[in-house]
């Protein structure tokens, strides 16, 4: 029987800018008052923010890495982890920004790697390369000036797998603003997994929007997804895009994008990267576009 597996980040930014007007400056992020709601609203995955341990390093607390074993271990809730992004610069040509970086991912990768997280996400370029890629695209022949980014990313994973030790399958690299075969070949290069992004893809960040395209190319490495809707529209000869938006707010070719997880057997998860309103919103959309899948 194909079952699909639902989750969501583990931070809602509306739930954070509640809490902040409550409290002002006496205001603490607490990790599971955003985790426990998307349990009880029937979320069985969760995937950690781990930029969250650095802004608010008390969200990590022994009494709370305890809890979440416990929701791991006795209720079944499953995890993966989002490795920062936050000023990281994995592939950037200055070496002291790069070299924090990867010191940065791997004190992440050991401070989460108790609830040994079924992967975690990495950006192998960040958002300067991907400033860079977007400026030089109008340049004939301009890639050659991203070849030395590819360089510096690839010697940041060699970094981390060295340093950590980790299973190179356990680090999943996401579909982010760049060109798509460098990611691709980072990924081969070191025997990464692979996770696609939806809302990235369909608002063209990659250099495609073909999701279904996306998907079949890296489905031997893909371990999971990014679920959330975006488009990329030409209006009056200038690009406008949107992602992170709930399903049906797009262009996701929603039937035909499930039925390509039917055909590849794809059993990872589906992590929402929406606030829990509008994850609910999207799962009643596929409940109400799909009702054969039959989704809980």
Request: aromatic share 8%; hydrophobic share 40%.
């Amino acid at each position: 029987m194909f079952c699909l597996r639902f989750g969501i980040i583990s931070v809602d930014f509306n739930k954070i800018i509640e809490g902040a007007r409550k409290h002002g400056i006496n205001y603490k992020f607490q990790i599971l008052d955003h985790i426990k709601p998307a349990i009880e609203s029937g979320f069985k995955h969760i995937e950690l923010n781990l930029d969250v341990i650095y802004s608010s390093p008390h969200c990590l607390s022994d009494k709370v890495k305890d809890e979440l074993l416990d929701l791991k271990e006795q209720k079944n809730i499953t995890f993966t982890a989002h490795l920062p992004i936050c000023a990281i610069e994995l592939s950037w040509l200055n070496e002291n920004i790069r070299k924090a970086s990867v010191t940065s991912i791997v004190e992440s990768i050991k401070i989460i790697e108790f609830l040994d997280p079924e992967y975690y996400v990495i950006h192998a370029t960040g958002d300067h390369a991907s400033n860079l890629y977007r400026l030089l695209k109008k340049y004939k022949d301009s890639e050659v000036l991203i070849l030395p980014l590819v360089e510096k990313a690839s010697q940041s994973i060699e970094e981390i797998l060295a340093k950590t030790e980790i299973n190179p399958r356990k680090i999943a690299c996401e579909t982010v603003e760049f060109p798509l075969k460098y990611t691709i070949m980072i990924a081969e290069n070191y025997d990464l997994s692979f996770l696609v992004d939806t809302g990235h893809v369909l608002s063209g960040q990659p250099g495609t929007t073909d999701l279904l395209k996306v998907t079949r190319t890296v489905r031997n490495r893909l371990v999971g997804f990014h679920i959330h809707d975006g488009y990329l529209r030409i209006v009056n000869g200038e690009e406008k895009r949107a992602d992170h938006l709930p399903l049906g707010y797009g262009d996701m070719p929603l039937k035909e994008f499930f039925q390509l997880l039917k055909e590849i057997d794809f059993k990872g998860p589906l992590v929402f990267e929406l606030p829990l309103s509008e994850a609910l919103k999207s799962m009643k959309y596929i409940k109400e576009t799909l009702p054969e899948h039959n989704i809980a």
